[in-house]
């Protein structure tokens, strides 16, 4: 049975590599006359491709050749053009104006400035609602104030009469001497104000009255002037005769000296009249601070005066320590309360223009936002944002090109680098290319722009900007 089995396994292959060695053949001619047919119809249009393919190869290379120059040259005139992505912003940036942080939790009771007003430093913007409740706590504290003053001076009335009157006298004559003082200063200030007014206005007069005269030699100087051409073109002709022609001459030139005589005599009269009035002025300050000093002393002598009337009262210490504390506390109490009410005025800390208001009239204030935004848009800049392998071609005093992503405004703006970020960062001005490398690492390098671009974008803080900045 082993036998005949083994017998038919072996006849098994033999058929079939038969039948393999058959279509292996067969693949072969069939692979064979396909290549043939095939390097034949090449030869065949060999001449026509050759020469289209040399002809558009031919017409390429002129074509790159002729181009060839152009981009070398822009590439060598731009390898050095920084380009950066940027936004406007005032000078100094924006400053978030915000309540005491003490304030927290307030809320506006009213904004005293619109949006795109100009303010200055110290002015009051916005007022909280808690205003009116400081007030009334002033008002409290500055009763108590004039409450402590009068205990103080009803403990110290108690002294002898006789001094205290005899005090008084000489206190109120040292004010009456100091009131006489004063108004005698003030009379000498109007004395002398009206002689320096006097001298002004005579220089004036003088000044109206010798142009006057110029004005006529000039007028007359011009009309001699034109006698001589005429009469030099007449003796040139031969229509008159030469003593003419010098007689004109000489009436020209006298009238030229009469001119420049007015002239030398108005310069000298201002002269003259000037130094005056520089004079008076220099009188009227030294009788200034001679009266000042009069009237001061005066004053002080009433000040004395006041005080020994207050120093011969005869009161127990003790009484005008508890006074004088009471009193000190009531003005501290006052000082506070005022200090309070400060806080509810909210006051820019600097010249510049409201760029938008957040809180409005009965709203709370948040933290984040703040109540409004002041920047100096009197002198716009550009933050732009450079990468960080082009910072060391960017240094203070390049100029630069600055123009809209999105079309915010017109044609370009020019400026100039003025600082260099001395810290590099992620970019905070994102592109609009969505591919955009939102992680990269840039470097804050701010342009300050020219008056005519500031005032074009005055208006668009924050615009997105391209920045080309050049070598």
């Known amino acids: 049975m082993d036998k005949p089995l083994e017998s038919s396994k072996a006849a098994l292959p033999d058929s079939s590599l038969r039948w393999i060695m058959a279509i292996l053949v067969l693949g072969l001619l ?3 006359g396909t290549i043939v047919y095939g390097v034949k119809s090449t030869k065949s249009n060999l001449p026509e491709t050759t020469s289209t393919s040399t002809s558009t190869s031919s017409t390429n290379s002129t074509t790159s050749t002729g181009n060839l120059s152009s981009p070398s040259s822009a590439s060598n005139t ?8 940027g936004r406007i912003e005032p000078l100094g ?27 200055k430093a110290g002015q009051v913007v916005a007022v909280l609602d808690s205003y009116e409740r400081k007030v009334a706590a002033l008002l409290t ?24 009157q005899a005090q008084r006298a000489e206190f109120e004559r040292s004010g009456a001497a100091f009131e006489r003082s004063k108004a005698e200063f003030v009379q000498e200030q109007m004395v002398n104000q009206a002689s320096l007014e006097n001298l ?43 003593a003419d022609l010098e007689q004109r001459s000489l009436a020209m030139v006298t009238a030229q000296q009469r001119l420049s005589e007015a002239q030398a005599r108005l310069i000298k009269t201002e002269a003259t009249m000037t130094q005056k009035i520089r004079e008076q002025e220099a009188q009227m300050l030294k009788d200034k601070s001679t009266l000042f000093l009069g009237a001061r002393e005066s004053e002080f002598q009433a000040k004395e005066a006041q005080g020994n009337l207050y120093k011969v009262s005869e009161v127990r210490k003790v009484d005008v320590q508890k006074a004088e504390a009471e009193l000190n506390l009531a003005l501290a109490q006052f000082n506070e309360a005022k200090a309070d009410l400060d806080t509810t005025l909210v006051k820019s800390p600097t010249d510049g223009q409201v760029l938008k208001i957040y809180t409005r009239p009965g709203e709370k204030v ?41 079309g915010s405004f017109d044609g370009e703006l020019g400026g100039t680098v003025r600082v260099v970020g001395l810290k590099i960062g992620k970019k905070d001005v994102l592109n609009t290319d969505p591919a955009a490398d939102v992680d990269a690492r840039v470097v804050e390098v701010k342009i300050l722009l020219t008056p005519e671009s500031s005032k074009k974008v005055a208006g668009l803080t924050y615009a997105k900007t391209l920045v080309k900045i050049l070598p």
Do not use: C, F, H, W
């Not at 500055?142 to 006789?162: S, T």
């Open 30 to 32: 069939v692979t064979g």
């Open 78 to 85: 731009e390898v050095d053009v920084v380009s950066a992505l």
């Open 93 to 119: 940036e924006v400053i978030k104006l915000s309540p005491s942080p003490n304030m927290g939790g307030s809320r506006i009771y009213r904004i005293l400035v619109p949006e795109g007003a100009k303010v």
């Open 141 to 164: 504290a500055r009763e108590a104030v004039k409450v402590a003053r009068a205990n103080l001076a009803i403990v110290a009335a108690g002294a002898k009469i006789g001094e205290i």
């Open 200 to 242: 002004k206005q005579e220089l004036q007069g003088e000044r109206i009255e010798q142009q006057a005269t110029i004005d006529r030699l000039q007028a007359e100087l011009r009309q001699t002037q034109n006698d001589y051409r005429r009469y030099r073109a007449l003796a040139e002709d031969g229509a008159i005769a030469l």
């Open 366 to 406: 948040i933290d984040s936002d703040g109540i409004a935004d002041i920047g100096k848009t009197d002198q716009m800049m550009v933050v732009a944002e450079v990468y960080e392998d082009d910072i060391r071609k960017v240094r203070p005093g390049q100029m630069a090109v600055i123009k809209s992503e999105n």
